[in-house]
């Protein structure tokens, strides 16, 4: 079946940086659209960022936006974030998604789901 798997989360200092990645298999990668959303400790999952398959546009949620950076490699069936001058409130478990549908905001579209990697940033 098809799997995501999420890498590269551990601690860090605010102001620090991380990269997550996500490896898909058993996906025609290319012709998904790609998503991060995280889940802070007792608070609702919610959008992160997003990259759509055929032209490779980003989407960021407003709290990130200038400091995260999504992409993907389509060769390697990969999607990365990376999430530069991190704060505490980034603390979060982070979870990489792919969707067929193009409103990529809304967790509801998507059809497979990572296990999640925890962020934790200490200030």
């Known amino acids: 079946q098809v799997q995501l798997v999420e890498s590269g989360g551990g601690l860090v200092q605010a102001g620090g940086s991380l990269r997550l990645t996500c490896t898909a298999s058993?996906?025609?990668?290319?012709?998904?659209?790609m998503g991060w959303f995280r889940q802070a400790p007792g608070k609702e999952r919610e959008f992160v960022a997003a990259i759509r398959w055929t032209d490779s546009t980003t989407d960021y949620a407003d709290s990130v936006k200038g400091r995260f950076t999504i992409s993907r490699d389509n060769a390697k069936n990969t999607v990365s974030l990376q999430m530069n001058v991190l704060k505490p409130e980034d603390t979060a478990v982070y979870y990489c998604?792919?969707?067929?549908?193009?409103?990529?905001?809304?967790?509801?579209?998507?059809?497979?789901w990572g296990q999640g990697t925890q962020v934790t940033v200490s200030s």
């Open positions: 998604s792919a969707s067929v549908r193009d409103d990529w905001r809304n967790q509801g579209s998507y059809n497979y």
């Open positions: 058993r996906l025609t990668f290319r012709y998904w659209n």
